[in-house]
């Protein structure tokens, strides 16, 4: 038994009026009531014939006590907290998270933290103990009703501490002490981090703030492994030591008007499963998470608010960027006014004296932060019941804006994957079961990965505009280009504390002529500042708009209405006035898709991060003018005389990677299918499903086909490729590239592969395949035969056009990056012949088709003696073992009984 338990039962028997005579291994008598003694003071319960000073005094000798929220003191490694009456009435949010991470991972400094649902706590009293309890906030009932016996019969909440009362504190209430509930794994972050556990020993209290309204608790916590783990940020993994800061806060009881949410616009939700609503669809009642804003005077319109929604600007901002932060927070106006609200937002900038907490909740914070990881993110407090918005920070990582990453020498396959929507697959190989994808985290789709994607469009835009000729007129399109990118990642973190979601189809809304064009555009670029959009900019002959959106859009003024605007009938009255509001979602510039829209699976063309414009096919095509033109002379622009290469490298990659990623969108075309939101009976409104037009979807193959898999646009000067330079840093946080030349081949393999995967993949081919019964009888379609005839022709397309001719290892037949890319696709094909995709059987039976005929055309150019006897080695070689390698497969074919039986979904 420790010293700290010794301690508290010492304290319980003082409480008891036992005094120093209790032994170890005796339990003291619990007391027979529950009801809270609060209030009582101390001195009373001690018996009044011993002048034994009351035992708080000795527990809290030289403990520093802090009082806001809660009342503690804090001593050491403990920490004691004095329990009044109404903190045993309270309900309290708890949220947490890392203050210090450990660079790796989902274990990054200033990121929240959590699985699943915020925590919601409770204290009772039970006998002589405290439990805290966390709530379980999911299910309800009416009151009284025979369902919330049932509620509470089934749904239980869980106890997840029980602490001896130690004694009475100096104002009378319970003192117990917090050491064991946060000197634990109580974030369970040990879940991440396998191999490591929670070490009490090594962890220390950090700082312990006490706000009005809210406690702020931090734990250097160290979680130890045996030390054969490895994390390269981290100097001994023996102790890996990781900041969790817990932010506690009464939930308060407001008159707050819940207001129901409607799936036709993007709000985040909170649901509780209601068993007394009488709805024939589902027991779900979803409400948006929004602030209490109320009309001083609701016979104005607009009226100002009772009471504003306020940020403070921390005084960290550099003084170089408040106004387009000013600017980014001020723009929602407009659309507060349209709804009724004049100056619904007031911005006040945090004085160099003045000592208001950014942690304490009173208080929205612009927070300004630099722990090198690049991001923005609005984190918000809501009250799990009402959706209630109650606070809510923007932390943004300066990083972003001025720095070329490191990363961007050497682009993975993981890389590419992360700019494209990440997994393409839902049936791992070989099964027909689509893999469950809802991890864990993110939870609830409000993790923002705008700020490091808007690193790399800055990128892209300085590369661009550094290409001009005029090096004064270059500087100011610098500047211009900071202060709009800043503008816009602030008015969209604005937007996600209003409550918003992410809206991935704002950026189709106009066509790229129609933005760059001022009288029509007026600063929306976009329907919605709620995308990520990419950097506007405009190949030579173009006129020349904005970078981007230096305004709202359409769709953020019809969020805003929908969430904000002031209706009559509470709750449940007002409902028939949102639905008309809802109801226009069939407008263009309404249209709205979000994350869980647009992940690299999901079938709609339109909904993307980071594209732009009405037609995808235009924006590759322009994104690949403006790679042609900005490459010749990149080193030089990119490089002063005295630097070191690695920013010419860094700037080549951040190109192709525009080219590539501008054209898998184009990929995602194929087989695509448009889908809506809209509800039967909007104006306007299309079906949820819609095939993509095959003639659309012809052209995108044709664009891929030649412009990607060419090789003819990665033709570059060679000297360029020995001037992309590495960094010879080789030290900590410095990150150690596996190869230092630049690896061409396997460069524009790589995003060849992905595109072809994309179009290849089980998903595509299964959507292309049930759109044959989608469509009428008689209506052109895309098929999957036509899809596999025609990839087949265009990347085997030398077996067909090689004629006589003077070929070397030099000057090969079939180029290097072609023989690539054709083993990349027989490949895929072999996948589908031999059923080792969940592809569709008829895949499987046309691609064994177009394996064997690939096999004959292959043999007769072989066998062509005039042309084969002058074929280089490589080419000959080549198309050898690719007939080889076909054969292998057509006779493993042979050996499989059947297609695959079973139904797949
Ligand atoms: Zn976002």
Redesign the pocket.
Known sequence: MNHRIRLIIIAIGFVLGLGHSVTWGQTPTPTTTEKPKEATPTTTEVKPTTATPPTFLTLLKDATPKSGLWTVYQKGQNLYWEISPSDYSAEYIVLISISRGIGQGQILGGMSWGFGDDWVWQVRKIGESVHIVRKNVRFKANANSPESKAVAAAYTDSVLFSLPISSKGPKGGDLVDLTSVFMSDLPQISRVLPGFSFSQQKSNWGEVKAFEENMELEVAATYASSGNAEIDTVPDSRGATINVHYSISKIPNTGYQPRLADDRVGYFLTAVKDFSSKSDRDQFVRFINRWDLQKADPSLNPSPPKKQIEFYLEKTVPFKYRKAIYDGIYEWNKAFEKAGFSNAIIVKQQGDKENIDPEDIRYNFFRWITSNAGF???PSRVNPYTGQILDADIIFDADFLTSWKQEYETFTARTIAEMTGGELEIYPEGTTRPRAFFDERPRSG?????ATGMSMQLAFGAAAIMAGADPKVNEANMEKLIQQGLKEVTM??V??TLGL??NFKGSKWQSLKDMNEPEKCNGCLVATV?D?NPTNIVPKGWKQGDYYATTLGPYDDWAIEYGYKTLSGGTLGELPELKKIASRSGDPALAFATDEDTRGFDPDPDSNRFDLGSDPMEYASIRLAMVKELIPGLVDRMTKEGDDYTQARRAFNVLIAQYGQSSFFVSRYVGGLQTSRSHKGDKDAKLPVSLVDAKRQREALKMLEDNFFSDANFQFPPELWNQLGWSNWNHWGVREGTRKDFGVHDFVLQWQDRILDQLLSSVTLKRMHDAELKAPADADVMTTAELLQRLTKAIFSEVETTKEGDYTNRKPAVSSMRRNLQRSYLEELTKLALGSSSAPQDCQTVAYAELSNLQVRIKSLLDNQPVSSKLDTYSRAHLQESAARIAKVLDARFQLPTPRAGLSF
């Open positions: 923005a993110m609005g409000n993790e923002c990965a705008l969209h973190e937007g996600h979601r992410h709620m990520y």
